[in-house]
């Protein structure tokens, strides 16, 4: 079991910035891959970006590569998501997600609670 917790979500203007951060705790966080989900409103639930067990691969969707970064510190626990050059379409519920294996076809099994972000134009 893995559990999940979000943070750094907020208010920002469009151009700005953001930084969230999903803490883990459970079994060994160094073993599962990370992800960062969205949901904006009356919108399905969408991929961000993630990244590998020991950091060295990442993915990103289309719409945010060259804003977002993703990253990880295992020391910590930890993994964040960069976001600059925030646009209003960037509005949603951001997720974090862990799964043990890289394959895009490997399923995220465990999830956290979410965090808001409004980007106002």
């Known amino acids: 079991q893995v559990q999940l917790v979000e943070s750094g979500g907020g208010l920002v203007q469009a151009g700005g910035s953001l930084r969230l951060s999903c803490a883990a705790s459970g079994r060994r966080f160094d073993t599962y891959a990370m992800g960062w989900f969205r949901q904006g409103p009356g919108k399905e639930r969408e991929f961000v970006a993630a990244?590998?067990?020991?950091?060295?691969?990442?993915l990103y969707a289309d719409s945010v590569k060259g804003r977002f970064t993703i990253s990880r510190d295992n020391a910590k626990n930890t993994v964040y998501l960069q976001m600059n050059s925030l646009k209003p379409e960037d509005t949603a519920v951001y997720f974090c997600a862990s799964k043990l294996g890289w394959a895009v076809a490997d399923p995220y099994e465990f999830w956290g609670q979410g965090t808001q972000v409004t980007v106002s134009s």
């Open positions: 990244v590998s067990q020991a950091g060295r691969r990442t």
